[in-house]
């Protein structure tokens, strides 16, 4: 008897943990990834950050932009000099502000047309911004609107999306990273 109650348990104990299957998430949290020296990239925030190198000007900044983009296949379609609007409504813009846009044709296609809805995210952005350091003096900045974050704002976002969106966050990164140094 105690035999049969023990295979009873234990064939019970069987069933149960393999038709019981635990709620596994299967959702990959998808990022960009940075070079060596860079900091990491915060996954909860659609902003990536770096200062500039201490020596690196502001119009050095903007010329590495340019050839870098131009060097990856990407157009700079449209700048928006943020911080000479606000002087004309008599408002200290406290430092440079201003966004410059960027498309790469191929990569963004890929996430297009899979889901046109992407397009409010187009052109992809980059910001050059002036802002205290710890010190309280202006520190150049260059900011991303990460790719993959907002990829998030998509249903069910198709594999091929998902890699054309990183793919153009890490070229992003890169060229960041380069301009932050004044590379060209």
């Given at each position: ?150 990829l998030k704002s998509i249903k069910n976002p198709t594999p091929r999306a998902q890699k054309a969106a990183q793919e153009l966050e890490n070229t992003l990164l890169e060229i ?9």
């Amino acid at each position: 008897m105690q035999k049969h109650f023990l295979l009873a348990a234990l064939l019970i104990t069987v069933i149960g943990c393999s038709t019981v299957k635990p709620a596994i998430s299967e959702k990959v949290e998808l990022s960009g990834q940075v070079r060596a020296g860079m900091p990491p990239i915060d996954n909860t925030t659609a902003i990536y950050e770096l200062a500039v190198h201490d020596g690196v000007s502001y119009q050095d900044v903007v010329d590495s932009l340019k050839s870098l983009s131009e060097g990856k296949n990407f157009v700079n379609p449209a700048n928006f000099p943020i911080g000479e609007h606000i002087k004309k409504r008599g408002i200290d813009p406290q430092g440079i502000k201003e966004v410059h846009s960027f498309c790469n044709l191929s990569l963004g296609t890929d996430i297009f047309l899979d889901h046109p809805e992407f397009l409010v995210f187009a052109p992809c952005r980059i910001a050059i911004y002036e802002k205290p350091d710890a010190n309280k003096k202006l520190k150049l900045f260059i900011g991303l609107a990460r790719p993959t974050f907002d990829l998030k704002s998509i249903k069910n976002p198709t594999p091929r999306a998902q890699k054309a969106a990183q793919e153009l966050e890490n070229t992003l990164l890169e060229i960041i990273d380069k301009a932050s140094k004044g590379d060209i």
